[in-house]
Every structure is written in structure tokens, then in C-alpha cells.
């Protein structure tokens, strides 16, 4: 499957991966519809297209998820119809559970978790109602291996999978795929974005974050995934790969790795 003349709507697409998928996704002649709480943002996306004409932007604020039946009405309206739907939006967080109110846990599972899912049940009618389509998600490598400072931002990503994994059974029949897309450290500003223990951002990029893949090249990786359908894909450094599979096969040294990981 290509992505000519494909209908692909892909939230967060303001910055960091969801920009640059977009961008890869224009060259290879996608209609796009693009979302974000900054419609400024959307726009200069917009334009740095290939193809401007064929993008709409529909500002979207994943924690205000009360209207999203009338946006999914929205971006049917101007195409037609939505092929594939890419929950790309979120938060990342930087701090000890100690130090994390409540509050802030909150927001970052309205955010990451019960917004795109609320997302994903506005647009699930109309895949079924046409009997295809496809859900992108992208959670992280922390979806699968918990680590240090992100308790919370963790356990938003491995209830997406326990989420996306029980939808893609229940909607086999309908001919709906499901790819949970899994980054390890991209050179994007998730760690200037990330709320800190009381909700106020971080401010700072991590060395980790500024030395990861460039969002460019993850996002052709990421395109090619989609387009193959396939159901999970890690697209990290090898260290990172190595956890998920250390922690499979070997859990008392994976314990033993993670402990000794550097907080930042």
C-alpha cells in the first residue's frame, strides 16, 4: 500500500515526528489533515508541505475530548472519507514518582491515553461503516520497558497497547489494521515539553534525546511501517531494542539495567 491519494490524519503534527511525517507523507502525495492545539504551528506545516493544497489543518486539544465527534465530522467533510488515522499527540514527563502530584499524573493519562483512545472511538464508526482503515498509534519504547522519571508517561504507553492490541482483534473482521509504532529517542522537543513533578515543563533537552534519530529519518522509517501494515514496530537504537528483549527473556538483569540507567 502507497499512500497516493490516501486520506491521513495525523494529530501532534505541530512538531517533533508528527511534522515530520507529514512531510514525508506529502511527498509521496497523501491528502493530509493535519491536528494540533497550535493552529500558527499547523499552518507553517502546512507550507513547508510538498503539496499545501492538498492539507487541512483542524486544531485539536487531546485533553478536551467532548467535541471530537464533531471533528471527526469535520475531516470527513473536506475529503470525504479518513483511510488512516495517526495518534500521534501527547506529553512526556521528567520526574520521581515521589515528586509527581497527582494532578499531573492526571493530565498526562487525559492526555496520552484517554484522548487518543476517545480519538480512536470517534473515528471507529466510520472505518467500520466502510469496512476499512487504520489506526497508527505511536506510544514508545517506554510503552513496553519502564524506566526512570516517567512512571506515569510508562504506564499512559502500556495501556495503549493494552488498548490497541484488544481493538485490533475485536476489528479484524472489518477490515481495520492496527500498527502501535514504538520510538526510542528522537531529536524532537518531547524533553523540552515533558511536565515536570508539579506540571511545569521541563525547559531542557536530555543529552539522550538531543544525540537520538532525526525526525526526518524516523519518519520515512515510520512511513514504510505503516505502509506494510505491520502490527508493533521499535524504531530506537540498539540499546534500547536490547531492553525490550532483555527484559523478555532475562527480567532479573533487565531489573538490574534499568536500575542502573542514567535519570536523565
Same mark, same amino acid.
Given at each position: 500500500?502507497?499512500?497516493?491519494?490516501? /486520506? $491521513?490524519?495525523?494529530?501532534?503534527? %505541530?512538531?517533533?515526528?508528527?511534522?515530520?511525517?507529514?512531510?514525508?507523507?506529502?511527498?509521496?502525495?497523501?491528502?493530509?489533515?493535519?491536528?494540533?492545539?497550535? =493552529?500558527?504551528?499547523?499552518? =507553517?506545516?502546512? =507550507?513547508?508541505?510538498?503539496?499545501p493544497e492538498s492539507v487541512k489543518v483542524l486544531p485539536l486539544d487531546l485533553a478536551d475530548y467532548s467535541n471530537f465527534r464533531d471533528k471527526v465530522d469535520d475531516a470527513i467533510s473536506?475529503?470525504?472519507?479518513?483511510?488512516?488515522?495517526?495518534?500521534?499527540?501527547? /506529553?512526556?514527563?521528567?520526574?520521581?514518582?515521589?515528586?509527581?502530584?497527582?494532578? $499531573?499524573?492526571?493530565?498526562?493519562? =487525559?492526555?496520552?491515553?484517554?484522548?487518543t483512545i476517545a480519538l480512536t472511538k470517534a473515528v471507529l464508526p466510520h472505518f467500520i461503516e466502510k469496512q476499512q482503515g487504520h489506526f497508527v498509534t505511536t506510544t514508545s519504547m517506554v510503552g513496553k520497558i519502564g524506566t526512570p522519571l516517567r512512571s506515569t508517561y510508562a504506564a499512559?504507553?502500556?495501556?495503549?497497547?493494552?488498548?490497541?492490541? %484488544?481493538?485490533?482483534?475485536?476489528?479484524?473482521?472489518?477490515?481495520?489494521? $492496527?500498527?502501535?509504532?514504538c520510538p526510542g529517542y528522537v531529536t524532537t522537543n518531547i524533553s523540552m515539553n515533558a511536565l515536570t513533578g508539579d506540571g511545569s515543563e521541563q525547559q531542557s533537552m536530555d543529552k539522550a534525546t538531543a544525540n537520538g534519530i532525526k525526525p526526518d529519518r524516523f519518519a520515512k522509517i515510520m512511513a514504510r511501517a505503516i505502509a506494510k501494515k505491520k502490527q508493533e514496530v521499535y524504531i530506537a537504537g540498539a540499546k534500547e531494542?536490547?531492553?525490550?528483549? /532483555?527484559?523478555?527473556?532475562?527480567?532479573?538483569?533487565?531489573?538490574?539495567?534499568?536500575?542502573?540507567?542514567?535519570?536523565?
Open positions: 500500500m502507497g499512500f497516493e491519494n490516501k /486520506v $491521513v490524519w495525523i494529530t501532534g503534527a %505541530s512538531s517533533g515526528i508528527g511534522k515530520a511525517l507529514a512531510l514525508e507523507l506529502s511527498q509521496q502525495n497523501a491528502l493530509l489533515i493535519i491536528s494540533a492545539r497550535n =493552529e500558527d504551528a499547523l499552518n =507553517e506545516v502546512k =507550507e513547508a508541505c510538498y503539496h473536506w475529503f470525504g472519507r479518513i483511510d488512516i488515522l495517526v495518534n500521534n499527540g501527547g /506529553v512526556s514527563q521528567r520526574a520521581f514518582a515521589k515528586d509527581t502530584v497527582l494532578e $499531573v499524573d492526571k493530565s498526562i493519562m =487525559e492526555i496520552n491515553y484517554m484522548g499512559s504507553k502500556h495501556a495503549l497497547h493494552g488498548f490497541f492490541d %484488544s481493538l485490533r482483534a475485536e476489528v479484524h473482521n472489518d477490515n481495520i489494521d $492496527v500498527t502501535l509504532v531494542k536490547l531492553g525490550v528483549y /532483555v527484559k523478555r527473556w532475562i527480567p532479573r538483569l533487565y531489573t538490574y539495567m534499568i536500575r542502573k540507567l542514567s535519570v536523565t
